[in-house]
């Protein structure tokens, strides 16, 4: 996105951002594949280099996962681009966020309310390996993949700190097998 983007463009893309926020259900993170159809694969905002980094960017960044999307903006429009679209994806999530979790709270014994928290797992679960495949499948080379399999196991079935599998994974980066 650039600063002679048309409002039209604008409008689009942000509609888009205000919808993936209510469908980000686990975080920004669980819908970064549809942010990457959108602002890599329809519109040419970033490439596929600028998403990946943005990524990483925000992960090794303290604070929220969600700084990711302001990464995004700013590569994309520069800051303007970083307050828009981190706006788009965080007003409509939160409100929902605030109302449903105080009508939840009053009704929280009422078995569609618990059926309804139990249910969102997998789609989380869904979200989240959606992402992944996306960020696996731009890197060349079949080592990551190896690495990323591994550590998804390691999570799955046993209790290795999550600290420790990204000390692991960036030893494994700085001797130079990724």
Do not use: C
Not at 44 to 65: E, K, M, R, V
């Amino acid at each position: 996105m650039t600063e002679a983007m048309p409002a039209s463009d604008w409008l689009i893309l942000l509609g888009h951002f205000l919808l993936l926020s209510l469908l980000s259900i686990g975080g920004a993170i669980t819908v970064a594949s549809d942010m990457h159809r959108v602002m890599v694969d329809q519109m040419g905002l970033i490439t596929d280099a600028q998403f990946s980094a943005s990524i990483a960017i925000a992960q090794a960044s303290p604070g929220p996962n969600v700084l990711f999307v302001a990464v995004m903006g700013y590569q994309a429009a520069g800051i303007a681009g970083a307050v828009a679209i981190l706006t788009a994806i965080m007003l409509p999530s939160t409100t929902l966020a605030l109302l449903a979790a105080r009508w939840g709270q009053a009704r929280r014994h009422w078995l569609s309310v618990r059926a309804l928290k139990a249910g969102m797992a997998p789609l989380v679960v869904g979200l989240l390996m959606a992402t992944g495949w996306i960020l696996a499948t731009a890197i060349e080379g079949w080592h990551h993949l190896v690495l990323t399999v591994m550590a998804a196991l390691l999570v799955w079935k046993t209790r290795v700190h999550l600290l420790l599998l990204i000390a692991a994974g960036a030893v494994i980066g700085a001797i130079g097998w990724i």
